[in-house]
Nanobody, 126 residues
């Protein structure tokens, strides 16, 4: 099976920073470097929304307008890990953050992704 395990969530004050990690593993996962990775988030009573994605090589990234300039997605293929550096956090960033994997091409829709983690809670206090 495939496992994506997020970590790094927590409680932070507005204006603070957090770094999320997502480690991928699994016998059927194959090469981590052949997957584009994405981060999504879901706030209470809201739909899951796209946050950021990164290509299989790390050479291309794409961000939602609400986080552009504040969040940075990166990956380390040697460690099978993708990161989300979140700076200048706002209360409206409060949500459960999920990482997801998609074979080859990047995507910004939940439907584009094949594998999902369980999520990590991020809470930003005002």
């Amino acid at each position: 099976q495939v496992q994506l395990v997020e970590s790094g969530g927590g409680l932070v004050q507005a204006g603070g920073s957090l770094r999320l990690s997502c480690a991928a593993s699994g016998r059927t996962f194959g090469s981590f470097g052949s997957y584009s990775m994405g981060w999504f988030r879901q706030a209470p009573e809201k739909e899951r929304e796209f946050v950021a994605s990164i290509s299989w090589s790390g050479g291309s990234t794409y961000y939602a307008g609400s986080v552009k300039g504040r969040f940075t997605i990166s990956r380390d293929n040697a460690k099978n890990t993708v990161y989300l550096q979140m700076n200048s956090l706002k209360p409206e960033d409060t949500a459960v953050y999920y990482c997801a994997a998609r074979k080859w091409g990047m995507g910004s829709s939940s439907d584009d992704y094949d594998f999902w983690g369980q999520g990590t809670q991020v809470t930003v206090s005002s």
